[in-house]
């Protein structure tokens, strides 16, 4: 992800034209989401990451009582979410570009102590082909009780943490989360929570260890979960 030169200002009048019931689920498809950088203004050794303005932004607008986050639609859906030809990776198949998908099929019908059992990815949440702005959870899993939606981030990936947090939060509130459990035959009673899911000491991790207090902070008010991989695929939750 290049870096861009915006003072804190611009940042912040780019965010403000998203904080409205329309084109707050756009947001986190904008590049500025994306910047690792810090805004151009400040002294020097104190210039805030474009990250922690944008989460200050939302925390705020959250703490005002208006929460725009909250107003994210559901995506109609009549066909199911679950895809019958998804069985993870076939022996020889060859492989793609799209890492993320892949790792994905990888973990498929894999079980683990923090997740429980993956058991399925890439799951489409456009109701029709005209809507926008609407991609497709990267994987699902469920322990007993719980049922994680998961947005995952390659190893090399440079993108802000805040871009994970805002696309997997999204994808929670345009997901009908009653035909999503029929779907699949899972109990009505389980709790569905947003993650992230990102390699440990990566981009996006070293971000959550050291300059992300307002994303953290954001993390927790929308109830998102931290979750690293090794190259193993052992899944562990940050605190």
Same mark, same amino acid.
């Given at each position: 992800?290049?870096? @861009?030169?915006?003072?804190? +200002?611009?940042?912040?009048?780019?965010?403000?034209?998203?904080?409205? $019931?329309? =084109?707050? /689920?756009?947001?986190? @498809?904008? &590049?500025?989401?994306?910047?690792?950088?810090? /805004?151009?203004?400040? &002294? +020097?050794?104190?210039?805030?990451?474009?990250? $922690?303005?944008? /989460?200050?932004?939302?925390? %705020?607008?959250? &703490?005002?009582?208006? =929460?725009?986050?909250?107003?994210?639609?559901?995506?109609?859906?009549?066909?199911?979410?679950?895809?019958?030809?998804?069985?993870?990776?076939?022996?020889?198949? %060859? %492989?793609?570009?799209?890492? &993320?998908?892949?790792?994905? %099929?990888?973990?498929?019908?894999?079980?683990? /102590?923090?997740?429980?059992?993956?058991?399925?990815? @890439?799951?489409?949440?456009?109701g029709k082909q005209s809507d926008k702005n609407v991609g497709k959870i990267d994987l699902v899993s469920e322990t007993k009780d719980t049922v994680y939606l998961l947005e995952l981030k390659r190893e090399d990936n440079t993108e802000s943490i805040l871009r994970c947090v805002l696309e997997i939060y999204t994808y929670f509130k345009q997901l009908q989360h009653h035909q999503f459990l029929d779907n699949f035959k899972l109990s009505e009673?389980?709790?569905?929570?947003?993650?992230?899911?990102?390699?440990?000491?990566?981009?996006?991790?070293?971000?959550?260890?050291? $300059?992300?207090?307002?994303?953290?902070?954001?993390?927790?008010?929308?109830?998102?979960?931290?979750?690293?991989?090794?190259?193993?695929?052992?899944?562990? $939750?940050?605190?």
């Amino acid at each position: 992800m290049r870096r @861009q030169n915006y003072t804190e +200002k611009e940042i912040r009048a780019k965010v403000e034209k998203f904080l409205t $019931e329309d =084109n707050i /689920a756009k947001l986190y @498809q904008q &590049e500025f989401v994306g910047y690792t950088g810090n /805004a151009s203004d400040g &002294e +020097k050794g104190h210039k805030r990451p474009y990250s $922690e303005i944008i /989460a200050e932004i939302l925390l %705020k607008d959250i &703490e005002a009582g208006n =929460n725009v986050l909250n107003k994210i639609s559901k995506v109609i859906r009549k066909k199911s979410y679950k895809i019958p030809s998804h069985q993870g990776n076939c022996p020889g198949a %060859k %492989k793609t570009s799209r890492v &993320e998908e892949w790792i994905a %099929k990888d973990m498929f019908n894999q079980t683990y /102590a923090t997740i429980g059992k993956v058991f399925d990815y @890439q799951v489409p949440l456009k109701g029709k082909q005209s809507d926008k702005n609407v991609g497709k959870i990267d994987l699902v899993s469920e322990t007993k009780d719980t049922v994680y939606l998961l947005e995952l981030k390659r190893e090399d990936n440079t993108e802000s943490i805040l871009r994970c947090v805002l696309e997997i939060y999204t994808y929670f509130k345009q997901l009908q989360h009653h035909q999503f459990l029929d779907n699949f035959k899972l109990s009505e009673k389980s709790k569905i929570i947003p993650a992230i899911l990102v390699f440990k000491n990566g981009k996006q991790h070293c971000q959550f260890m050291s $300059e992300s207090k307002n994303v953290n902070k954001l993390m927790k008010k929308l109830g998102i979960k931290m979750l690293t991989i090794k190259s193993t695929y052992d899944v562990t $939750e940050e605190n």
